[in-house]
């Protein structure tokens, strides 16, 4: 079975059906064979991106959230202490620390994460898109 971690805007590309998520993206997360995992600090980038009006969604976060994990067999990714600690250990390429926990946990867990962010790229963890 193939798993993959997805970035905050492939999510959200999936859930509004948005055409700059790739085809390779989207067979990924249609793949019975993929375990398709979303980070909790995704749900935490959706819920104070939300709460400040930077993303308009026709639903709480915690819906969005629920329905994808309960609909489409997304599973949660939590965060745990050997994920934040590792976080110490990257370059700063990347200043957004959403995207830095999110490429930590795909080394420690040895995931490719679905994104398309080029400074993801540059830390040498395998992308999908």
Known sequence: MTRVLLDTHALLWWCTADPRLSARARHLITDPATEVLISAATGWEIAIKAALGALPLNETPEALVRRETSVNGMRELPIDMRHALH??????????????????????????????DRQIRKY???VEW
């Open 87 to 116: 976080v110490f250990q990257l370059p700063p390429l990347h200043k957004d620390p959403f995207d830095r926990i999110l490429v930590s946990q795909a080394i420690i867990e040895r995931l490719p994460i679905v994104t398309d």
């Open 124 to 126: 040498g963890v395998p």
